[in-house]
Antibody
Framework: QVQLVQSGAEVKKPGASVKVSCEASGYTFSNNDFIWVRQAPGQGLEWMGWMNTKKGDTGYAQVFQGRVSMTRNFFRNTAYMELSSLTFEDTAVYYC??????????WGQGTLVTVSS | QAGLAQPPSVSKGLRQTATLTCSGNSDNVGNSGNGGVSWLQQHQGHPPKLLSYRDNSRPSGISERFSAYRSGNTASLTITGLQPEDEADYYCSAWDSGLNAFVFGPGTKVTVL
């Protein structure tokens, strides 16, 4: 069965970077895109960007341009999302999801990133 | 109008029918070439779960009590025979070709009375 397992919770200081991993299993890793979504406490879902796993092409939400990077490692069947220059407003649960026909069909369990001084 | 619009809450009785709406424009909901509208269910403290994709397709394992529909710039999700476990937040989403971004609605909180 398809599973996406994300890395554990992180606590970061303002100005730091965080890298969240998303290990996929149960399907052919390169066949599907990845999307990354975050959810601030008590808020809705916010799309951060997508990555074509096979080609490595990416597309980022304008609000994150310049400080987000999405990559993958074929040997580890793992996708990564790195966000830099963190501020308190980046405190959120970060989700990876598999993209199929333009829809996020399977989701990781989420990674809580807390930005605190 | 940027993004998608959803009513903040819907309350219905047990075993009743709830219809949730999602309003957009011709760049997102109204543009079927973008892959259509998806609906997601999220219980408190859990990741979202896909209920419907490509406007009205149900993934394997999703109850037939959930059905989605799109007409023009408005999409809807109907939940029949409401159960206590249907209490959750429901989000619509679609690709927006004008913004070149995937957009989510603000979500609708469903309460089963």
């Amino acid at each position: 069965q398809v599973q996406l397992v994300q890395s554990g919770a992180e606590v970061k200081k303002p100005g730091a970077s965080v890298k969240v991993s998303c290990e996929a299993s149960g399907y052919t890793f390169s066949n599907n895109d990845f999307i990354w979504v975050r959810q601030a406490p008590g808020q809705g879902l916010e799309w951060m960007g997508w990555m074509n796993t096979k080609k490595g092409d990416t597309g980022y939400a304008q609000v994150f341009q310049g400080r987000v990077s999405m990559t993958r490692n074929f040997f580890r069947n793992t996708a990564y999302m790195e966000l830099s220059s963190l501020t308190f407003e980046d405190t959120a649960v970060y989700y990876c999801a598999r993209g199929t026909s333009g829809s996020p069909d399977f989701w990781g369990q989420g990674t809580l990133v807390t930005v605190s001084s | 109008q940027a993004g998608l619009a959803q009513p903040p809450s819907v309350s219905k009785g047990l075993r009743q029918t709830a219809t949730l709406t999602c309003s957009g424009n011709s760049d997102n909901v109204g543009n079927s070439g973008n892959g259509g509208v998806s609906w997601l269910q999220q219980h408190q403290g859990h990741p979202p779960k896909l209920l419907s994709y490509r406007d009205n397709s149900r993934p394997s394992g999703i109850s037939e009590r959930f059905s989605a529909y799109r007409s023009g710039n408005t999409a809807s999700l109907t939940i029949t025979g409401l159960q206590p476990e249907d209490e959750a937040d429901y989000y619509c989403s679609a690709w927006d070709s004008g913004l070149n971004a995937f957009v989510f609605g603000p979500g609708t909180k469903v309460t089963v009375l």
